[in-house]
């Protein structure tokens, strides 16, 4: 109980109508200007307009009011204000509100068995590429241990491993929902869609950059850290939009099993990945130099 899933994220982009061409083509619906959905998560990305890029509010999913009520609680340092049916909170560091509001829990899907042979029609993929769920976004910021303290004792998140240093956390099973980053200021680096295999990864990512090559970031390759598969594109509002699929969305969720290791840096970011790791094409250039720190 307690805290289960991303609902959405809201940003403020600023050539928003760029930014929706992208999304729309990345294989979301916009069901409203600006708003996207996937097609198990409903609407999951909301665009607004903006100066400059700004991550406004990432919006959370739990169980019951009850746990409303005790995460009010645990955030009441933050200023903790109530709407109908849901609260809210700033994370200080980040200045990233952070809404919860009641929602039901969505299914499971059933572990992917690559076949072990395919009919050629098969291979040949005639639809639209719809993402299942916004799997987890991942916000630089300048004080990743701080901001923790949030999204761990406050939100109730779980500590799942340490990356690149920062912390992967998570709600339940999933390895990480939330990700942060040490970065100079707030930015938005990251969001992940999951999709249904690894044959959508390569569709949908191969799609993206056939007349526009500038999107290609990083992939195809394995992250390390949570064994899913990934390609991400850069979006036109500086962030990176990830098309992933995990075999490994499946910690317990007792922390008592699982152990992350904080600051060892053991974990690759990548055990394989196009173009190589040391090309570090996922560091945008305002995070390079605190990330590259971060590693000695
Ligand atoms: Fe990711």
């Known amino acids: 109980m307690g805290a ?15 930014t929706r061409e992208f999304y ?18 409903g609407d999951q990305l ?11 509010e990432v919006h959370i999913g739990v169980d019951s009011p009850d746990d409303l009520d005790a995460i009010a609680e645990r955030l009441a340092r933050y200023g903790v204000t109530r709407a109908a049916g849901s609260i809210a909170a ?17 299914p499971k899907q059933t572990p992917y068995t690559a076949p072990t042979s395919v009919k050629r029609d098969e291979l040949v993929r005639r639809g639209d590429l719809l993402p299942l769920r916004l799997g987890h976004l991942a916000i630089g910021c300048t004080d990743v241990e701080e901001a923790k303290v949030f999204f761990i004792d406050g939100i109730g998140m779980r500590l799942s491993d340490y990356v690149i240093g920062g912390p992967f956390m998570r709600f339940e099973t999933d390895h ?10 707030t930015l ?5 869609w999951k999709v249904r295999d690894i044959d959508e990864i390569g569709y949908g990512g191969s799609r993206m950059i056939e007349n526009h090559p500038e999107r290609h970031a990083w992939g195809l390759g394995r992250h390390g850290a949570s064994a ?69």
């Open 4 to 18: 289960h899933r991303l609902i959405s994220l809201t940003r403020r982009v600023p050539d928003l109508d760029l």
């Open 24 to 41: 729309r083509q990345f294989g979301l619906q916009e069901t409203a200007p600006g708003t996207f959905a996937t097609e198990l998560g």
């Open 46 to 56: 909301h665009l607004l307009p903006g100066d400059v890029p700004e991550v406004v």
């Open 90 to 106: 700033v994370e200080p560091v980040s200045g990233v509100r952070v809404r919860l509001s009641v929602a039901e829990r969505l």
């Open 176 to 185: 990480h929902n939330v990700v942060l980053l040490p970065a100079p200021m």
């Open 188 to 192: 938005l680096h990251h969001t992940a």
């Open 228 to 296: 899913n598969y990934f390609w991400y594109l850069k979006d036109p509002a500086g962030a990176f939009a990830e098309y992933y699929y995990s075999e490994m969305d499946d910690l317990a969720p007792d922390p008592l099993f699982w152990d992350p290791v904080p600051g060892t840096g053991e974990l690759p970011v990548a055990v394989w990945a196009s173009p190589a790791l040391h090309e570090r094409p996922l560091v945008p250039e305002a995070m390079r130099a605190p990330l590259l720190d971060a590693e000695r």
